[in-house]
């Protein structure tokens, strides 16, 4: 069935370095969408991807949706403390369902 | 405010007991999920509803059923054929983008 992988699991950095986290799909997507979970908290969008290479910018936060519409990379920006979380990408298969990657897990370290 | 709601926040079931989550909404959104969120892991879904009196199977439907009979109410009953219930269950309402309720822990007594 259709299923949204998503790498790496786990990610630690130091304040200030760059983060990606990278998200593949077994079929082509509609549209991806991500969120961002705090701990203890529940998912808050963050931006949807709808085209073909399509590259977004939220400021230090960078989006791509790839030309296949079956991947797709979030990039952080010299990480800050307010960064931590678990960021998911989302993808809608077709009406209405929507599958979560597994998300990937970001500690920074100050 | 509008929002989803879930409730209550914490749940405990015991052996061969159905147990009911609810969520409500005052988004007006037509579309309606219920995830099932593992310690670590990420969102699966479970079922969703596109629209008053319907809904579809997601990956994980085993043991769980569900009911729209109003747009504003979406309430996922975990039953006794559920196995292993201990998890965090989200509801989501909308397309995109998808609002989350709080989420609703569920414990096995």
């Known amino acids: 069935g259709q299923q949204v992988m998503q790498i790496p699991q786990y990610q630690h950095v130091q304040e200030g370095e760059d983060f990606t986290t990278y998200c593949n799909s077994s079929t082509t997507l509609s549209n991806i969408q991500w969120y961002k979970q705090r701990p203890g908290g529940h998912p808050v969008f963050l931006i949807q991807?709808?085209?073909?290479?399509e590259v977004k910018k939220q400021k230090r936060l960078t989006f791509q949706f790839g030309e296949a519409k079956k991947n797709s990379s979030l990039h952080i920006t010299a990480t800050q403390t307010t960064d931590v979380g678990t960021y998911f990408c989302?993808?809608?298969?077709?009406?209405?369902?929507?599958?979560f990657g597994a998300g990937t897990r970001l500690t920074v370290k100050p | 405010d509008g929002g989803i709601t879930q409730s209550p926040k914490y749940l405990f079931r015991k052996e061969g007991q159905n147990v009911t989550l609810s969520c409500e909404q005052n988004l007006n959104h037509d579309a309606m999920y219920w995830y099932r969120q593992d310690p670590g892991q990420g969102l699966r879904l479970i079922y969703y509803?596109?629209?008053?009196?319907?809904?579809q199977k997601g990956d994980i439907a085993e043991g769980y059923s569900v009911s729209r009979e109003k747009k504003e109410s979406f309430p996922l009953t975990v039953t006794s054929a559920q196995k292993n219930p201990t998890a965090f269950y989200l509801c989501a309402g909308g397309g995109v983008p998808q609002h989350f309720g709080d989420g609703t822990r569920l414990s096995i007594l």
């Open positions: 991807l709808v085209k073909s290479g």
């Open positions: 509803s596109q629209i008053v009196n319907d809904f």
């Open positions: 989302a993808g809608l298969v077709w009406r209405g369902d929507m599958r």
